[in-house]
């Protein structure tokens, strides 16, 4: 695979209140700040969140799906939580190549999630791996 | 909320064919590693393996549900994984508090995820904010 430092991918999709209660459901973190209404609104939120391991997962799908692609691994992970993520948000996930090793399958990327307005919910740097395989 | 240094709270569970499915379908992140076992078995794990962030989120759920619980609202994180979670695997996260802020609801935590055979399957950090709220 080729690469260049700046070059990046891109996932966008809409957070539903079933996706949420989907990843409370999978994950079994049931935290009424995401799940519970009346909890939710007595924090500085206001309202349900949802999980930021959601919300991060997006990025796991830009490079399992995206940069690298198929047959990536994340090798290492970062992330900072700047803003909550609310159900009814549109959020997009974006992976840039910071770094790469020519003598390995290896990728240094920095990642962010931004929501419909711009406003950036999470940056970080991940690692990732990858392996070529014919199929 | 009283905490202690080296306070600590657990989660274990096993990973099913029908976990990682459904992960890859709220994520939509469908690396072939994941989904495929005619790709995975070509890779150096030789079968099919759980999402990374499937597995960091059992942390998400240690953090929601016990420590500190209910309100809490992860910061920052960060993860490094070291070995695969395959499917069939009896996984456990320990979410170990390392120190706390006594002016704010915060604590800094370490965390791991090991599988049955005690071998450690991720590394990380986390930062904790949480609210107690009436209910």
Same sequence: chains 1, 2.
Avoid: W
Avoid at 56 to 80: D, E, R, W
């Amino acid at each position: 695979m080729d690469f260049e430092v700046g070059q990046s991918a891109t996932t966008t999709r809409m957070v539903t209140e079933e996706d949420v209660n989907e990843f409370a459901r999978i994950s079994g973190d049931t935290n009424p700040v995401h799940m519970e209404e009346s909890f939710a609104s007595k924090t500085r939120f206001g309202r349900r969140i949802a999980h930021g391991a959601f919300v991060t997962s997006l990025i796991s799908k830009v490079a399992g799906n995206q940069l690298p692609g198929p047959g990536s691994i994340v090798l290492s992970s970062s992330f900072s939580f700047h803003s909550p993520c609310y159900i009814g948000d549109t959020i997009t996930a974006k992976i840039t190549i910071k770094r790469y090793r020519k003598d390995k399958p290896l990728i240094f990327t920095s990642c962010e999630v931004v929501n419909q307005d711009g406003e950036c919910l999470v940056t970080g740097d991940v690692a990732i791996y990858f392996e070529k395989v014919d199929s």
